[in-house]
């Protein structure tokens, strides 16, 4: 599938390479384990990097057990826009949602980044049309992070989300 880069990219955020040795100045906001036994262990922390949100999601794979670390870069404010966002996706047409079978939400400037939710086979999408995904600074390839249903709404880790949305409501972060 193409994409279509749609709004200037920004400058990435300095990569993190290890959810166990965060760089100076870099803060831990919240943590959440998926310990589901069917998929390999997976840590998610958030952290306040560079004023803004990175996602790492660390994880140990193949057949030498790598480890691996995948940061998403996201603005601060997505902690409280994320669950409102998504809510509103889930709402039917009847209550002032979109049509029905809508795949995408509009794109939305949030604190100068162009964010939208998707809905995938299994959950819904987080996607930063603003910037690229580490390390593929040659074509345009959005940040997206899949989060399942189950994973969201069953394992509770948009109840993480949402807590620390309203601390940066309050300004406690």
């Known amino acids: 599938m193409s994409r279509v880069q749609k709004y200037p990219l920004l400058t990435p955020l300095s990569r993190i390479d290890r959810h166990d040795q965060l760089p100076q100045g870099v803060v831990e906001l919240g943590r959440f384990l998926d ?8 840590l998610y922390l958030l ?4 004023d803004h949100l990175a996602l790492l999601i660390s994880y140990h794979s193949g057949p030498k057990n790598q ?13 409280s826009w994320f669950p409102w966002a998504l809510e ?9 949602g979109l049509h029905a079978g809508a795949m995408t939400s509009k794109d ?7 964010l939208c939710v998707q809905s995938t086979t299994d959950g819904y999408a987080l996607v930063n049309r603003s910037r690229n995904k580490q390390g593929t ?9 899949s989060l399942s249903w189950t994973f969201l709404y069953e394992l509770g880790f948009l109840a993480l989300w949402r807590s620390l949305g309203e601390k940066y409501e309050r300004g406690e972060l």
């Open 88 to 96: 509103e996706f889930r709402k039917p047409p009847a209550e002032g």
């Open 108 to 114: 939305m400037d949030v604190d100068g980044e162009m």
């Open 137 to 145: 600074a040659s074509n345009y390839d959005p940040v997206d992070i």
């Open 35 to 42: 310990s589901r036994p069917q998929l390999r262990e997976r």
């Open 67 to 79: 480890y691996y670390c995948k940061q998403y870069d996201l603005p601060l404010k997505a902690l």
């Open 47 to 50: 952290v306040k990097h560079e």
